[in-house]
């Protein structure tokens, strides 16, 4: 059984940084696309930042340029890193594995492309 898990949420303050986590039990991250994405309360669930397992990354327009998403593959964990932490950037964070290879932004985007989903782990930005 293949469990992701997710950590490094909780509260924080606006502009300041957090880094979560992303590690499996049952599946190795290696080879695989690994995203994170976020659901606020009343709205979809939206892509985040994904890594492929190449090392090409890929971000939505809202975290572009203050978030880094990143590879261990000796500890096989996947690392969101993100700064200058808004009100708007509160909501359940999210981390999925993809296996495919193939395709593009609009590809590791869509959460359709992702086989295997964590439990998600909240992040509340307060002022």
């Known amino acids: 059984q293949v469990q992701l898990v997710e950590s490094g949420g909780g509260l924080v303050q606006t502009g300041d940084s957090v880094r979560l986590s992303c590690t499996a039990s049952?599946?190795?991250?290696?080879?695989?696309?690994v995203g994170w994405f976020r659901q606020a309360p009343g709205q979809e669930r939206e892509f985040v930042a994904v890594?492929?397992?190449?090392?090409?990354?890929y971000y939505a327009d809202s975290v572009k340029g203050r978030s880094t998403i990143s590879r261990d593959n000796v500890k096989d964990t996947v690392y969101l890193q993100m700064n200058n932490m808004k009100s708007e950037d509160t909501a359940v964070y999210y981390c999925?594995?993809?296996?495919?290879?193939?395709?593009?932004?609009?590809?590791?985007?869509?959460?359709?492309?992702?086989?295997?989903w964590g439990q998600g782990i909240q992040v509340t930005v307060s002022s």
């Open positions: 049952g599946r190795t991250l290696v080879r695989d696309a």
């Open positions: 999925a594995a993809a296996s495919t290879r193939i395709g593009g932004f609009d590809v590791f985007s869509n959460r359709r492309t992702y086989e295997y």
């Open positions: 890594v492929r397992s190449g090392g090409t990354t």
